[in-house]
């Protein structure tokens, strides 16, 4: 037998550390690879991280609730001999790795080409990937009762649905109160218990909050953000009248034929998508003084979740027509509010766009999503008096009008460059009419 390092894989460029959530082997244990290890917490989902190889858990490096980097060692494994030169192998090769495994350009002056990647264990993080997501919550101290303890998704699962953990079998391992175990309670009918209702003092006095490790991830995300990047805006107003009438005469038929609602969200990312695509400098990001022109577009959306913000992502956004996007939207949006994104739903993206306006807002500007070049908002649709030109002179009409926000990095993108952008995205919603064919 041999001790080897057990690592916290990198999952994503914009990823950079994570909150070791609840340990689900302890020292001493034998471990089957893929077999859930720890729940950790990063800015973007929360997950069950597989154990790599199969062995003997020897010791724990990373405690409960530490904050650790990607990549840093987290435990210590026993492995027989080949496992052992397999992954010494698998490491030698990820420090020589200089072949380019990266989609996109890179540009300073006039000199464009890629740039070298790195090892990645593709299996190790399809598994990763197809982990059901864990909730995110505080991962310390951990909820008990006598002398059980329950994982951090357990226990907000129960907490949400008003069931006693202390009623319910557990069928893990040690007999372990599992997330199976307390949906099935869930199944059987409502807890004759009540949830425990947290006071929060007497009236008047401040109460101080803890946030949780996703909260905490998000504010070090958005400080990086602002920290290095030298934000700017430009803001436009686009006639939405045709688009609200485009939905208004095809919604019924569209839910007809596509089985899907027909929303402002799938218009607004398909008029996004085909103004990167046009302007492939807004679709960038900042790298050691270049210019990385991504290939593909995928667009991340802003999804105000439970836990936190949470920006999943369309894969090449720009390939979809409208009904390829709304199906593709509804699913993802669910997904995110209901706290059960996969890592593969959150990966990957190159812009953003942040829907304000389905909270009311009428004009704001966003923080950008640290690495790329830009994020847009787009804002309530408010009715109100426009004035319009025509051949017979001005004239004052009730439209339809939304307001659009660029922030964009001002490092990658000039006045010209954003406004450029802005106007294609104005063309591209200004451009459907009731009887628009929707492709």
Not at 30 to 44: G, Y
Not at 100 to 111: E, F, H, K, M, S
Not at 349 to 373: C, D, E, K, R, Y
Request: glycine share 8%.
């Amino acid at each position: 037998m041999a001790t080897i390092g057990i690592e916290l894989p990198h999952v994503g460029e914009s990823v950079t550390e994570a909150v070791i959530g609840k340990w689900l082997k302890q020292p001493g244990e034998s471990v089957e690879k893929f077999d859930a290890l720890v729940e950790v917490v990063t800015d973007k989902v929360s997950m069950e991280f597989p154990a790599p190889h199969t062995g003997i858990l020897k010791s724990i490096v990373a405690e409960e609730g530490e904050t650790v980097p990607m990549g840093a060692v987290i435990a210590q494994m026993d492995v027989d001999d080949a496992t052992a030169k397999a992954a010494e192998a698998a490491s030698e090769s990820e420090a020589e790795a200089t072949a380019p495994n990266r989609v996109g350009t890179l540009i300073q002056g006039a000199n464009v080409g890629p740039t070298g990647g790195t090892f990645r264990d593709t299996a190790l993080e399809d598994q990763i990937a197809k982990r059901a997501p864990v909730a995110a919550v505080a991962p310390a101290p951990q909820q008990s009762s006598g002398e059980r303890s329950y994982s951090p998704v357990v226990s907000r699962l129960a907490a949400v649905n008003g069931i006693d953990l202390s009623t319910v079998t557990g069928t893990g391992r040690n007999g372990r109160v599992t997330k199976q175990d307390v949906q099935t309670a869930i199944d059987a009918g409502p807890s004759t218990s009540s949830t425990p209702v947290t006071q929060p003092g007497p009236v008047g006095e401040d109460l101080v909050i803890d946030p949780s490790p996703i909260r905490r991830m998000i504010a070090s995300h958005m400080v990086r953000s602002v920290s290095e990047i030298p934000h700017a805006w430009s803001t436009v107003e686009v006639d939405m009248t045709g688009l609200v009438a485009c939905r208004t005469a095809q919604r019924q038929t569209f839910r007809e034929r596509h089985g899907v609602d027909l929303t402002f969200l799938a218009f607004t990312i398909y008029a996004v998508a085909g103004a990167l695509r046009d302007n492939p400098l807004v679709n960038s990001t900042w790298e050691d003084g270049k210019i990385r022109l991504k290939g593909r577009v995928n667009l991340g959306l802003a999804v105000a979740a439970p836990d936190g913000l949470v920006v999943p992502v369309i894969q090449d956004a720009d390939r979809e027509g409208i009904a390829g996007l709304a199906k593709k939207i509804a699913p993802l949006v669910e997904r995110a509010r209901s706290g059960s994104l996969a890592l593969a739903d959150v990966q990957g993206g190159t812009f953003t766009l942040n829907n304000t306006g389905t909270l009311g807002s009428v004009l704001g500007g966003a923080i950008i999503n640290h690495p790329q070049a830009a994020i847009v908002t787009t804002e309530a649709i408010v009715k109100r008096p426009v004035v319009l030109s025509g051949p017979q002179g001005d004239s004052i009409a009730i439209r339809s009008m939304m307001n659009i926000c660029l922030s964009f990095d001002h490092r990658i993108i000039d006045g010209a460059e954003a406004s450029a952008f802005m106007q294609a995205f104005k063309r591209n919603l200004e451009v459907w009419t009731s009887d628009s064919e929707l492709n």
